[in-house]
């Protein structure tokens, strides 16, 4: 069963409006990452936030958590074509057990 | 720098039979990861390698079998294939000590 899930689970969005996407898990973690993946190709790791983390950026990207809502949000600014792609949050529960959400696919329309 | 590969890319094999599929790494990295991606369940962890013959299961281990005999491969075996093993198989390595996983571009599995 999966530790996150996204919401939504598709997203559309013209170039240059900011995406929001948000993950909810079930059990205490130790951080939570968000990873992209490209059609057809492995995943990507775009940032990771610590359980005593409240919000974290990098870049175009913002994320956020609330431990007391066991919730994330990935926010992406200015959104471009090449941000097409489907987003996944993942929980490390233990020092190895990465458990991933279904994720969100989300398209930028040019 | 080939960073993280795996063979073969995509792999058509009927019900029973035996495949591997094959991931290798160049960055000396200690831990070794395999997932498998189906739609509506994203990513679960088969097994995982913590260094050269260390190997502990994930969340589905059944019909899969792992080894590491080398710190840069770390093989996955379905000793009899199922069709329920259909999927995307997905090979991801990290450093000790470190976080974030780098997969590999993946398999893409289909058992007649």
């Known amino acids: 069963s999966q530790q996150g899930e996204e919401d939504p689970q598709a997203l559309s969005i013209q170039e240059g409006e900011n995406a929001t996407m948000n993950c909810s898990y079930k059990?205490?973690?130790?951080?939570l990452q968000w990873y992209r993946q490209n059609s057809g190709r492995g995943l990507v790791h775009l940032i990771l936030?610590?359980?005593?983390?409240r919000e974290k950026h990098s870049g175009r990207l913002r994320v956020t958590l609330d431990t007391s809502k066991k919730s994330s949000s990935l926010l992406i600014t200015a959104s471009r074509a090449a941000d097409t792609a489907s987003y996944f949050c993942?929980?490390?529960?233990?020092?190895?057990?990465?458990?991933f959400g279904t994720g969100t696919r989300l398209t930028v329309i040019p | 720098d080939a960073g993280i590969t795996q063979s073969p890319r995509y792999k058509i094999t009927e019900t029973g039979r035996q495949v591997t599929l094959m991931c290798h790494q160049t960055?000396?990295?200690?831990?070794m990861f395999w997932y498998r991606q189906d739609l509506g369940h994203g990513l679960r962890l088969i097994y995982y390698?913590?260094?050269?013959?260390?190997?502990d299961k994930g969340e589905v281990p059944d019909g899969y079998v792992v080894s590491r005999s080398k710190t840069e491969n770390f093989p996955l075996t379905l000793e009899s294939a199922t069709r329920s093993q259909t999927s995307v198989y997905f090979c991801?390595?990290?450093?000790?000590?470190?976080?974030?996983?780098?997969f590999g571009p993946g398999t893409r599995l289909l058992v007649l």
């Open positions: 960055w000396s990295h200690s831990y």
């Open positions: 991801a390595s990290r450093q000790e000590g470190r976080e974030t996983q780098y």
């Open positions: 390698s913590a260094a050269a013959d260390i190997t």
């Open positions: 993942a929980t490390l529960r233990g020092a190895n057990n990465l458990f």
């Open positions: 936030i610590r359980s005593n983390e």
């Open positions: 059990t205490s973690i130790n951080n």
